[in-house]
C-alpha cells in the first residue's frame, strides 16, 4: 500500500462522496448496483481519481492460497475502498465484510454507499477504518 496520510485519504473520501451523491441526485433511488457503479467509476474518471473495480481479493488461511472468488466493487488511490449497495439498508454483515476486505488488502479506510435511499449522505454512507489508519501519520 502506498504511505498516504490520514488527511489525504479524509479528502479522498469527500471525492469519492461528492462523486457519489452527485450521481445518486441525478439517477435517484431504485437502480442495480452496477448501474450505480458504472456511473461512479465515470464520475470518478472525470475527476482524475484513478481505481480499480472488481477485483479478485486473494485470500491466505495458514499457507494454503484459497481460491475463493472474493471481489471487491472499488479500490480508489490505492488506499481507500468503496463497496456499493442498492438495497433496502445497510446492515452489520456489510459493515464486517468490508472490514474484512481492507484486512486482508491492508486498506486503512473503506466506504459502504447505499443507492437504494432518499439521502445518500444522511442514510446511505457508512465509513471504517482499521489498525492501518491509525498507523497513518495526521
Not at 12 to 37: D, P, Q
Not at 56 to 78: H, M, N, Q, S, T
Amino acid at each position: 500500500m502506498l504511505r498516504v496520510s490520514k488527511s489525504y485519504i479524509r479528502d479522498l473520501a469527500f471525492e469519492v462522496i461528492g462523486c457519489s451523491i452527485e450521481v445518486h441526485r441525478e439517477l435517484g433511488a431504485g437502480l442495480l448496483e452496477s448501474v450505480y457503479e458504472h456511473c461512479l467509476k465515470y464520475e470518478l474518471s472525470k475527476r482524475g481519481i484513478t481505481f480499480l473495480s472488481q477485483q479478485r481479493i486473494p485470500l491466505r488461511y495458514k499457507d494454503l492460497d484459497l481460491e475463493a472468488d472474493l471481489r471487491y466493487d472499488l479500490l480508489v488511490e490505492g488506499c481507500l475502498l468503496v463497496e456499493l449497495k442498492s438495497c433496502e439498508g445497510i446492515i452489520p454483515i456489510h459493515e464486517a465484510v468490508l472490514l474484512t476486505y481492507m484486512k486482508l488488502l491492508e486498506i486503512p479506510k473503506g466506504l459502504i454507499l447505499n443507492f437504494n435511499t432518499t439521502n445518500l449522505s444522511r442514510h446511505g454512507l457508512i465509513s471504517l477504518v482499521n489498525e492501518h489508519y491509525s498507523e497513518l501519520s495526521p
